[in-house]
C-alpha cells in the first residue's frame, strides 16, 4: 500500500471549516484513500473513503485531487468532540489490498472554541 | 446497537504471568484484527482473522497468539507479558477483506 504524508498538527476554531491534507504520491490506480480518526483513549473511526471521486457522508467530505497525488478531508462545521488524531490511509480493495491498516503519524487536530 | 465489545477495559498483569483479552461483535463480520497501540504512537497490526484463516504480521512477537473459537469471539493471548507490552489493545472487525474496520474501545494493559 501507498504511504502518506499528512501535517503533524493543526488547529482549527470551533464552527469554522477544517481541512485536512494528505499527500499519497506513489498511489496505485487500485488503491482508495481511506480516513480514520481517533479521539482520545477511544478506538479508532471509520470516516470516508474514496477511489477516484469526490466523496461526502454525515461526518465529512472528502477532495481528491484529478492525478489522485493529494487529498482532502473536510470537516463542515468542526465542533470541539472532533479534536483528535485524523488518519490518511492507502490500501487497495478486497480483491488485492493488505488486510488490517497501516497507521502512519496522523494529523493531531485540535479544535479552539 | 451492533458494535464491537472489549473485556476488560484495563487490565492489570505481572511480568511474566499470561493474560488473556477478548473481543466480542454483533457485527456477524468475517474478519477480526488485533492492533497495539503504545504510548503516543499509531495502532500497529498484530494479525487477523478471516473467518477461520489465521494471518500473523511478519513482525508480531511469538509471545503473542490468538484464538477465534468461533465468528463472534477472538482472544488475544500474551504468554509471557514483559513490560514492553504494556500498550492499548484494539480489536476490529470488517465484514470482507480489506473493508472498512470498526473498533472496540481499546483494553489498557499495564504489567506490572
Known amino acids: 500500500d501507498a504511504k502518506t504524508t499528512q501535517p503533524p498538527s493543526m488547529d482549527c476554531a470551533e464552527g469554522r471549516a477544517a481541512n485536512l491534507p494528505c499527500n499519497h504520491s506513489?498511489?496505485?490506480?487500485?488503491?482508495?484513500v481511506y480516513w480514520y480518526r481517533q479521539i482520545h483513549s477511544q478506538g479508532p473511526q471509520y470516516i470516508i473513503h474514496?477511489?477516484?471521486n469526490n466523496e461526502t457522508n454525515e461526518m465529512a467530505s472528502l477532495i481528491i485531487t484529478e492525478d489522485r497525488k493529494s487529498s482532502t478531508l473536510i470537516l463542515p462545521h468542526a465542533t470541539l468532540r472532533d479534536t483528535a488524531v485524523y488518519y490518511c490511509?492507502?490500501?487497495?480493495?478486497?480483491?488485492?489490498?493488505?488486510?488490517?491498516?497501516?497507521f502512519g503519524k496522523g494529523t493531531h487536530l485540535i479544535i479552539q472554541p | 446497537d451492533a458494535m464491537v465489545i472489549q473485556n476488560p477495559r484495563y487490565q492489570v498483569t505481572q511480568f511474566g504471568k499470561p493474560v488473556t483479552l477478548s473481543c466480542s461483535q454483533t457485527?456477524?463480520?468475517?474478519?477480526m484484527y488485533w492492533y497495539q497501540q503504545k504510548s503516543s504512537q499509531a495502532p500497529k497490526l498484530l494479525f487477523h482473522?478471516?473467518?477461520?484463516?489465521?494471518?500473523n504480521e511478519a513482525d508480531t512477537p511469538d509471545n503473542f497468539q490468538s484464538r477465534r473459537p468461533n465468528t463472534s469471539f477472538c482472544f488475544l493471548d500474551i504468554r509471557s507479558p514483559g513490560l514492553g507490552d504494556a500498550a492499548m489493545y484494539l480489536c476490529?472487525?470488517?465484514?470482507?477483506?480489506?473493508?472498512?474496520?470498526?473498533f472496540g474501545p481499546g483494553t489498557r494493559l499495564t504489567v506490572l
Open positions: 476490529a472487525t470488517s465484514r470482507v477483506r480489506a473493508g472498512e474496520e470498526y
Open positions: 506513489t498511489i496505485s490506480g487500485n488503491e482508495y
Open positions: 474514496g477511489l477516484k
Open positions: 490511509i492507502v490500501r487497495g480493495d478486497s480483491g488485492g489490498g493488505a488486510d488490517g491498516l497501516t
Open positions: 457485527l456477524n463480520h468475517n474478519v
Open positions: 482473522y478471516y473467518d477461520k484463516d489465521f494471518n
